[in-house]
T-cell receptor, first 112, second 113 residues
Framework: QQQVKQSPQSLIVQKGGISIINCAYENTAFDYFPWYQQFPGKGPALLIAIRPDVSEKKEGRFTISFNKSAKQFSLHIMDSQPGDSATYFCAAPQYNFNKFYFGSGTKLNVKP | KAGVTQTPRYLIKTRGQQVTLSCSPISGHRSVSWYQQTPGQGLQFLFEYFSETQRNKGNFPGRFSGRQFSNSRSEMNVSTLELGDSALYLC????????????FGDGTRLSIL
């Protein structure tokens, strides 16, 4: 059973555009929803995270929108830049543990 | 503050051999988790350690094992290597068990010939 489902698998956006990546989860016990950014040859780096007591969190050009009733959360990258080209993963931890269930990843390509 | 450090960065082994990978967490972090990343299966949880005790284990065969030392450093061992063990092995640390956020190292790329 896939605990976290991520879409799309790949995304091409023009420079300056908005990139949107979606995740849906199954387990209502999840209480922390991070997004990780991974460049080739590097480990995942924490980008932004949200807890279910808020519906939106914004940090610079990156925003998480959270819909608790639909069990969905999404990453929005405003004014996308070529340097944002990377693979993005959503995740959710097993409650009270550090075990992450990861989405399958979205490869973002921002065209100059 | 130094991040999570994994050594070695690259490793080439042959089938049947065994391998040990090392992870030094961020200073002050006492929880360490390990993940396997492959193109086909994505990121899969191996195990989680806190205070030298394994708290959680993923769905991997017994050939995969780990341990944590009193200084929070952790090692994972894979015995009787198979071709399918070729992967990027990632370590993540957090302050205490069950706490967020977790921070990842850059991984050890293991290739099995």
């Amino acid at each position: 059973q896939q605990q976290v489902k991520q879409s799309p698998q790949s995304l091409i956006v023009q420079k300056g555009g908005i990139s949107i990546i979606n995740c849906a989860y199954e387990n209502t016990a999840f209480d922390y929803f991070p997004w990780y950014q991974q460049f080739p040859g590097k480990g995942p780096a924490l980008l932004i995270a949200i807890r279910p007591d808020v519906s939106e969190k914004k940090e610079g050009r990156f925003t998480i929108s959270f819909n608790k009733s639909a069990k969905q959360f999404s990453l929005h990258i405003m004014d996308s830049q070529p340097g944002d080209s990377a693979t993005y993963f959503c995740a959710a931890p097993q409650y009270n543990f550090n075990k992450f269930y990861f989405g399958s990843g979205t490869k973002l390509n921002v065209k100059p | 503050k130094a991040g999570v450090t994994q050594t070695p960065r690259y490793l080439i082994k042959t089938r049947g051999q065994q391998v040990t990978l090392s992870c030094s967490p961020i200073s002050g972090h006492r929880s360490v988790s390990w993940y396997q990343q492959t193109p086909g299966q994505g990121l899969q949880f191996l195990f989680e350690y806190f205070s030298e005790t394994q708290r959680n284990k993923g769905n991997f065969p017994g050939r995969f094992s780990g341990r944590q030392f009193s200084n929070s450093r952790s090692e994972m061992n894979v015995s009787t290597l198979e071709l399918g063990d070729s992967a990027l092995y990632l370590c993540a640390s957090s302050l205490v068990a069950g706490s967020q956020p977790q921070h990842f190292g850059d991984g050890t790329r293991l290739s099995i010939l």
